[in-house]
């Protein structure tokens, strides 16, 4: 009895010790739990705190819960935005939709990291952009069961990226553009002009100048017309000189000098791969002229089947590079020259009418050097002087019979002729006096270049006989003896043709 008492009371102060320690582990899980509560509540408040929303997905029913954080930058109410991927994917932008729907499935297949950046639209229509990063859940049997993850506001970021990839691509537009302007000035500089400045005093030369300073500093194109080795290049430059756009270098291609299946992707530049040899990119002239001048030399030349494209950048300033459907707008100044007849060449059908009419806005025609003889004097000086200099030599007297040999030269190849005369006399001549070399002869009857007028041809031919008779119109020996004509025929034949005695 008193073994059964014990064990009793033994019992009971084991069950008592049990129910006091449950009592104790209880109140340690407890407050266990209560600091895990107390952690993870902070580490939320701590994780949403450091991004701009998160979220969780169940794959399963397809519902969606989105922090307060989320909602509040999309300025949206829950009721405005159910719980649904649905509600997220109308407000993707159209250019970001596909995107970020392919990383999501490329997760839930690959099980690859899901990090993708996007665009959300907000309640009043703007558009931010977000960083999304999110992580799949997969059951026991691989399937995906639920997808959880953060979303962070980067637009501030994102505006500076676009603002700074602007800034570069503007920065590698202008340096393609100045290394095409700085290639063709390289060019350039290898060649030499006839002088540096015009020179001469002549009433013919005098008008071209005052149409120059006329035209110059308004943006109109302008037409050069004239023989060959006039000087038709350096007027085009005293126009650009005195413009608004002399600051930019006055670009220059030469129609007549490349082929025709190189000539357009000159003028108006091409694409990588846009015909064979095409291996980088090139802008052409009109491109690295924006802004300046182009001197389109020898326009006459220019193919057919180009000059449509020429028109459409003189009327709307645009055209396409060859190889591609994009429009470039370009702001150019055209100046042109030719030695030929455009009028002819438009009834010959060799030249576009309307061309015709944009380009003769505003013609200025250079005299040929035989109608300026009072200028060779100081063109030989000049042209003297700087070939000596060249050579090495020094030139002190240039004799009256060579001037005046020169001056009655008739000089088909203008200015150009003249400089190469000269230069090969300077060269010839071993002292400080001028030895000519060639043996000017005027050509008998010459009627000049196949494209001049009649009328060019036969006042030449009147002035060279009345010359010839000292100016004699009547009489013995005279010109109109010379010429078969009756005198008051010749008197009216020199008044249209306006042959005056200077």
């Not at 100016?471 to 249209?496: C, F, H, P, Y």
Request: proline share 3%; charged share 30%; net charge neutral.
């Amino acid at each position: 009895m008193k073994t059964v008492i014990i064990t009793i009371a033994l019992f009971a102060i084991s069950l008592s010790l049990f129910i006091v320690g449950l009592r104790i582990q209880r109140a340690r899980y407890r407050r266990a739990q209560e600091v895990l509560s107390d952690s993870k509540e902070r580490y939320l408040q701590a994780l949403e705190s450091s991004t701009d929303g998160l979220w969780d997905w169940n794959l399963l029913s397809d519902t969606v819960v989105y922090s307060h954080r989320f909602l509040e930058v999309l300025g949206v109410s829950p009721a405005e935005f159910p719980g649904k991927i649905s509600s997220l994917r109308q407000r993707l932008h159209p250019d970001d939709a596909d995107a970020a729907w392919t990383a999501i499935e490329h997760h839930l297949k690959e099980r690859a990291p899901f990090q993708i950046e996007y665009r959300l639209r907000t309640q009043s229509g703007a558009y931010l952009w977000f960083l999304a990063r999110g992580q799949a859940v997969w059951d026991a049997k691989g399937q995906a069961v639920r997808m959880s993850g953060w979303i962070q506001d980067i637009t501030a970021n994102k505006e500076r990226e676009l603002k700074l990839n602007t800034a570069l691509a503007q920065i590698n537009g202008l340096k393609t553009k100045l290394e095409a302007e700085r290639a063709y000035l390289q060019e350039e500089i290898k060649f030499r002009y006839n002088h540096e400045n015009i020179i001469g005093h002549s009433e013919g030369l005098t008008y071209v100048l005052y149409k120059v300073e006329q035209i110059a500093a308004t943006d109109t194109s302008v037409l050069i017309l004239g023989e060959t080795g006039t000087g038709k290049e350096l007027v085009a430059r005293a126009i650009h000189n005195l413009s608004l756009r002399k600051d930019n270098a006055l670009l220059k291609i030469n129609c007549a000098a490349l082929p025709s299946n190189l000539i357009e992707s000159e003028l108006f530049g091409h694409e990588k791969g846009a015909f064979t040899g095409a291996h980088a990119r090139q802008l052409g002239r009109f491109e690295a002229a924006n802004g300046a001048t182009l001197f389109l030399d020898e326009i006459g030349e220019l193919p057919l089947e180009l000059q449509p494209k020429l028109l459409r950048v003189l009327q709307d300033g645009e055209f396409e590079r060859l190889g591609s459907s994009q429009t470039v707008k370009v702001d150019v100044r055209i100046i042109a020259a030719t030695n030929r007849h455009l009028e002819e060449e438009v009834r010959k059908g060799r030249f576009r009418e309307d061309l015709w009419y944009r380009l003769n806005v505003f013609p200025i025609t250079v005299p040929p050097l035989r109608e300026r003889k009072e200028d060779i004097a100081l063109l030989v000086e000049s042209f003297v002087e700087k070939i000596s200099k060249r050579l090495g030599k020094v030139i002190m007297e240039i004799p009256t019979s060579m001037m005046n040999e020169l001056q009655a030269y008739h000089w088909p190849g203008n200015i150009r002729e003249l400089e190469n005369v000269l230069e090969r006399a300077v060269i010839n001549s071993s002292g400080p006096k001028l030895h000519l070399v060639d043996e000017l002869k005027k050509p008998p009857k010459e009627i000049g270049k196949a494209d001049r007028t009649l009328e060019d041809v036969e006042r030449e031919y009147i002035l060279r006989v009345l010359e010839q008779t000292q100016w004699k119109v009547s009489g013995k020996n005279s010109a109109s003896e010379i010429l078969g004509l009756d005198r008051s025929t010749l008197r009216a034949r020199m008044q249209k043709l306006g042959i005056q005695k200077l």
